[in-house]
Antibody, heavy 123, light 108 residues
Framework: QVQLVQSGAEVKKPGSSVKVSCRASGGTFSRNPISWVRQAPGQGLEWMGEIIPIFVTPNYAQKFQDRVTITTDESTSTAYMEVSSLRSEDTAVYYC????????????????WGQGTLVTVSS | EIVLTQSPATLSLSPGERATLSCRASQSISSSLAWYQQKPGQAPRLLIYDASNRATGIPARFSGSGSGTDFTLTISSLEPEDFAVYYCQQRSNWLEITFGPGTKVDIK
């Protein structure tokens, strides 16, 4: 049984950075992309980017290319997502999720999710 | 960018009724579409992948259909635990994963 366990809630000042972790257990960490998805209060789901641990190179949604860094540590089966230059609009729950292949060419649907990490940006 | 549009925004139904949720893509995405259920304070849960395949452990009252640009999630008979928000999601290339805005199914 795959489990994704995320780090705890954070409160940050505008302009600072936050780094959220996602530790995987019970599955093959290296081969499946780990994505980060955020959800602002009362809003929908927004994909931020992903990393395939075995390949290391991340993909980012265009909106987040300049402020988000996704990394992994294969030795601990942990993925990290860092957001810099935080602003109030970054207040959201951040989820990690494992993507798997369906019938198409890309791994796209998320079969396992972390529990979410609330990041609050406030002065 | 492929945009997913979901309708209606809110669906007010009673337990036992049938729910029909729509997801429309701005371009053809073949059958690479997934559906998720999300309850307050919880992470999304995968219901359907490849437009019509139920995920492990998902009850048979949930079914998906469609291909190309038009997709449907049907809940044949609503149970009390089915009142939630439902999202569709697709990926057309390595650089883009998008979600629809969601349909809230609430109790009438």
């Amino acid at each position: 049984q795959v489990q994704l366990v995320q780090s705890g809630a954070e409160v940050k000042k505008p302009g600072s950075s936050v780094k959220v972790s996602c530790r995987a257990s019970g599955g093959t960490f290296s081969r499946n992309p780990i994505s980060w998805v955020r959800q602002a209060p009362g809003q929908g789901l927004e994909w931020m980017g992903e990393i395939i641990p075995i390949f290391v190179t991340p993909n980012y949604a265009q909106k987040f290319q300049d402020r988000v860094t996704i990394t992994t540590d294969e030795s601990t089966s942990t993925a990290y997502m860092e957001v810099s230059s935080l602003r109030s609009e970054d207040t959201a729950v951040y989820y990690c999720a494992r993507a798997v292949y369906g019938s198409g060419s890309f791994p796209y649907y998320f079969d396992y999710w972390g529990q979410g990490t609330l990041v609050t940006v406030s002065s | 960018e492929i945009v997913l549009t979901q309708s209606p925004a809110t669906l007010s139904l009673s337990p036992g009724e049938r729910a029909t949720l729509s997801c429309r893509a701005s371009q053809s995405i073949s059958s690479s579409l997934a559906w998720y259920q999300q309850k307050p304070g919880q992470a999304p849960r995968l219901l359907i992948y490849d437009a019509s395949n139920r995920a492990t452990g998902i009850p048979a009252r949930f079914s998906g259909s469609g291909s190309g640009t038009d997709f449907t999630l049907t809940i044949s008979s609503l149970e009390p635990e089915d009142f939630a928000v439902y999202y569709c999601q697709q990926r057309s290339n390595w650089l883009e994963i998008t979600f629809g805005p969601g349909t809230k199914v609430d109790i009438k």
